[in-house]
Structures are given as structure tokens and as C-alpha cells.
T-cell receptor, first 114, second 116 residues
């Protein structure tokens, strides 16, 4: 089984609608979880991360993700998207508790339409 | 903070030729990573350095691939006898020490390789 799974390759949504990008992880990776975003013609950048503590983590631009151990999920949500949120979103996990190796999912392209 | 810089941004080469990519990390970062990304896939880990020491290599990194970080600053990734399957975007990233920065990688814009 893939270590980090993003089932949706593309998610089209209208501006100001809510969105959820799904991510599931396997037992072969740690529970240090991340979402990275890649805007058109830019490098990947960290959006948010879960290392410990509160299971709900937030980014500065309105995204949030919730670590759910029982469902082995780390879904990304935003209550109201903007055109500028159009990008590729990658879920990732560290390989092990003391590893610096990030394992990425295959990515979800969020396409926000006016 | 000038960001992670990668050169060249694009390289087109014929099968069998050698290519070299360079990565300049953020200056105070002691960890440096190489990833490969193909269309429709997420980045795949290739190798990782802490200062000048190469600490981990993926099985994806065949004997035609070699990476160096001679003085713990910039890094090079060389691919010898390129094959069409090597066509991909090669990404470099760097990071600080662990703690709050654990898992936070700063990526360059990548070097796209096309092997004809």
C-alpha cells in the first residue's frame, strides 16, 4: 500500500465554496504530517504541519487540517476558497520518528473557478 | 533569505549524454535534499545530506546518479549516460536543524530534464 494516499487527482470548485482535499497515511510512515502547496511556476512550500499537540492545525491563509488517528487521515479543508488558491496540494509524512525523509502523496490539483 | 536556487532551470539532452544540476541552499541550512518529480506524481526522495555527509540514498538512485556536497554548501547531482526515463523535474530542498523546523523543507523551483 502507498505510504501517503491522495485519492483525488483534481478537485474543481467554484469560488467561495468550501473544499476538502483528502489524505490518508499508512502505518509505514510516522504521524508527523504535512501539507505542501505548489502554485503555478513556483517551488513547493509548506502550508501547515502536525507534529504533536492539538489535532487541528491551521495555516495563515485560512486552510486547516485535522489529524485523525483512528481513520489514519489528515484531510485539508477551507470553508471558502479564492481564485488564488488554485494550485497543486501535496500531503506528506516523515518516514519514521527520527527520519528526515519526507514521503509525498501524488498530489491534488485544486482548480477554483469564478 | 534568498531562497534555494537551482541551475539550470531547463536542460535538454540526447540519450547517453551526462548532465549535472547544481543546487544552492539557504545559507544557514545544514540539510540538503534531492527529489525527483514526474508528471502527475508527487516528489520522490533521492538523497539527503547533513552538511557534507550523504546520509541516505534511495534505491531510485542508480549507479548512474551521483550527488555531492563537497563543502557542506552547494550540491551537485550528476546523471551519467542519460536515458529517456530520466526525464523529470529534479527538485532540491534545504532545511534547518530539527525541533520546530522538523520536516519543513524549503524547495527550489526545480531543474527540468528532457532526454531525447
Amino acid at each position: 500500500a502507498q505510504s501517503v494516499t491522495q485519492l483525488d487527482s483534481q478537485v474543481p470548485v467554484f469560488e467561495e465554496a468550501p473544499v476538502e482535499l483528502r489524505c490518508n497515511y499508512s502505518s509505514s510512515v510516522s504521524v508527523y504530517l504535512f501539507w505542501y502547496v505548489q502554485y503555478p511556476n513556483q517551488g513547493l512550500q509548506l502550508l501547515l504541519k502536525y507534529l504533536s499537540g492539538s489535532t487541528l492545525v491551521e495555516s495563515i491563509n485560512g486552510f486547516e487540517a485535522e489529524f485523525n488517528k483512528s481513520q489514519t487521515s489528515f484531510h485539508l479543508r477551507k470553508p471558502s476558497v479564492h481564485i488564488s488558491d488554485t494550485a497543486e496540494y501535496f500531503c506528506a509524512a516523515l518516514k519514521g520518528d527520527s527520519s528526515y525523509k519526507l514521503i509525498f502523496g501524488s498530489g491534488t490539483r485544486l482548480l477554483v473557478r469564478p | 533569505d534568498t531562497g534555494v536556487s537551482q541551475n539550470p532551470r531547463h536542460k535538454i539532452t540526447k540519450r547517453g549524454q551526462n548532465v549535472t544540476f547544481r543546487c544552492d541552499p539557504i545559507s544557514e541550512h545544514n540539510r540538503l535534499y534531492w527529489y525527483r518529480q514526474t508528471l502527475g506524481q508527487g516528489p520522490e526522495f533521492l538523497t539527503y545530506f547533513q552538511n557534507e555527509a550523504q546520509l541516505e540514498k534511495s534505491r531510485l538512485l542508480s549507479d548512474r546518479f551521483s550527488a555531492e556536497r563537497p563543502k557542506g554548501s552547494f550540491s551537485t547531482l550528476e546523471i551519467q549516460r542519460t536515458e529517456q526515463g530520466d526525464s523529470a523535474m529534479y527538485l532540491c530542498a534545504s532545511s534547518r536543524e530539527a525541533g520546530e523546523s522538523y520536516g519543513e523543507l524549503f524547495f527550489g523551483e526545480g531543474s527540468r530534464l528532457t532526454v531525447l
